[in-house]
T-cell receptor
Framework: DGGITQSPKYLFRKEGQNVTLSCEQN?????MYWYRQDPGQGLRLIYY???????QKGDIAEGYSVSREKKESFPLTVTSAQKNPTAFYLC??????????????FGSGTRLTVV | AQTVTQSQPEMSVQEAETVTLSCTYD???????LFWYKQPPSRQMILVIR??????QNATENRFSVNFQKAAKSFSLKISDSQLGDTAMYFC???????????FGKGTKLTVNP
């Protein structure tokens, strides 16, 4: 079955450490996205990529970095510069162009906690 | 920038009854798409319904329907015959035509009571 796989489901980070969240899709979608979800805040866009080797900052990119070396993969690194990284992180994908207007497909998320 | 507002942080409804969740949005464009997503306790985001702004007819998916009022920039979700499995966070979302960025509201937590 086609879908998006996020791993790990739960992740614990010590202060000052960088951690990388994995997102893989086998839907042959061109565009991929990372959102952060906090209670009462909805979903906020961190980074997005419309094509391999290209990505753009979203609304809250500070303290995060991404890469898009393969169409299927869009990993998110939470750096030590992110002062409040504890949150639920959702990865999504969509076809590009008009097909993308049918909405995103989401992964099951990663819960990151700073210890 | 487009904004999406969900004015009801929490709502509750009795099983088998009907409930309406509100959503308003702000845009100066005419070409856009609106969505309702459901996030149950599993936290998996599920697309419930989609509306194209240029279509006047309100979208319907089984027990879920929308009331799309383009002039008022309103996009409410009606859930008929509510079921316990409808208990979830519901997010309204906006996508500008030609854009790839989906903008979400802050969500409404719906609880269906037996």
């Amino acid at each position: 079955d086609g879908g998006i796989t996020q791993s790990p489901k739960y992740l614990f980070r010590k202060e000052g450490q960088n951690v990388t969240l994995s997102c893989e899709q086998n839907l042959n979608h061109d565009a991929m996205y990372w959102y952060r979800q906090d209670p009462g805040q909805g979903l906020r866009l961190i980074y997005y990529s419309q094509i391999v080797n290209d990505f753009q900052k979203g609304d809250i990119a500070e303290g995060y970095s991404v890469s898009r070396e393969k169409k299927e993969s869009f990993p998110l690194t939470v750096t030590s510069a992110q002062k409040n990284p504890t949150a639920f992180y959702l990865c999504a994908s969509s076809p590009s162009g008009l097909s993308g207007h049918y909405g995103y497909t989401f992964g099951s998320g990663t819960r990151l906690t700073v210890v | 920038a487009q904004t999406v507002t969900q004015s009801q942080p929490e709502m509750s409804v009795q099983e088998a009854e009907t409930v309406t969740l509100s959503c308003t949005y702000d845009t100066s464009e005419n070409n856009y798409y609106l969505f309702w997503y459901k996030q149950p306790p599993s936290r998996q985001m599920i697309l419930v319904i989609r509306q194209e702004a240029y279509k006047q007819q309100n979208a319907t998916e089984n027990r879920f329907s929308v009331n799309f009022q383009k002039a008022a920039k309103s996009f409410s979700l009606k859930i008929s015959d509510s079921q316990l499995g409808d208990t979830a966070m519901y997010f309204c979302a906006f996508l500008q035509g030609g854009s790839e960025k989906l903008v979400f509201g802050k969500g409404t937590k719906l609880t269906v009571n037996p």
